[in-house]
């Protein structure tokens, strides 16, 4: 299964951060001022996709000189950057897809890019966003994801109503509930094993980590 690494301008993730992830995956695409973090970090991506208000211009220079592929929309569109760059990655036929630098400053980026996760799920693939001290996952079905003892996990539904929920590796344990949108009982659960297992009957859930 092909896996695509998609990183974004946010988060202050480390140079050491990208540079062990990018030897995970088969074809990476910077996102505008993302590009420029991962040259500047001497990570080559394959595809490098936006508007590019956010680069500094030696940066787009040292883009085009590592002959990297440079597709540019006008700042008028419907569409961010980051789900052209899906896109981009869909029409590849990629199965597994990394987002990161999804995390930061405006609330209103920061929802959109988590909720981009859902229309993954629904054409059926692996989505998650990976940053160095946080990671979201979602699933509408079994989803086992590795992590420290003691690390804070959160349960959001991402559907108005997630049913039959069941999870395993949790402080606090869920054997078939019900959750809603809009209510806090999963909120900051802690893990107790290094291996979290969470199942869904019908709807879609977030699995949100913090690493210690």
């Not at 030897?23 to 991506?45: H, N, R, S």
């Not at 990671?135 to 590795?146: D, L, P």
């Not at 606090?172 to 094993?193: D, E, F, H, P």
Request: proline share 2%; with cysteine; aromatic share 8%.
């Amino acid at each position: 299964m092909k896996t695509v690494l998609i990183v974004a301008n946010g988060n202050n993730n480390s140079k050491l951060f990208y540079q062990k992830l990018s030897k995970k995956v088969d074809f990476i695409i910077g996102v505008d001022g993302g590009a420029g973090k991962l040259i500047k970090y001497g990570i080559t991506p394959d595809l490098a996709v936006g508007d590019f208000d956010s680069i500094e211009r030696d940066e787009l220079n040292l883009l085009k000189k590592k002959g990297v592929t440079i597709l540019q929309f006008p700042e008028d569109k419907d569409y961010s950057d980051t789900e052209l760059a899906i896109n981009v990655a869909l029409e590849k036929h990629f199965n597994i897809f990394i987002l990161s630098g999804m995390l930061y400053g405006r609330i209103d980026h920061m929802l959109f890019n988590v909720s981009l996760l859902y229309p993954l799920l629904k054409k059926g693939k692996d989505a998650c966003i990976l940053e160095e001290r946080e990671e979201i996952y979602i699933t509408s079905g079994k989803r086992k994801i590795k992590t420290k003892k003691g690390s804070t996990v959160s349960l959001y539904p991402m559907t108005s109503i997630v049913q039959g929920v069941k999870t395993s590796g949790l402080k606090y344990q869920l054997n078939g509930g019900t959750l809603l949108k809009g209510k806090t009982l999963t909120l900051s659960n802690i893990a107790v094993s290094s291996i979290v297992q969470v199942e869904v009957k019908k709807g879609a859930l977030l699995i949100v980590t913090e690493k210690k």
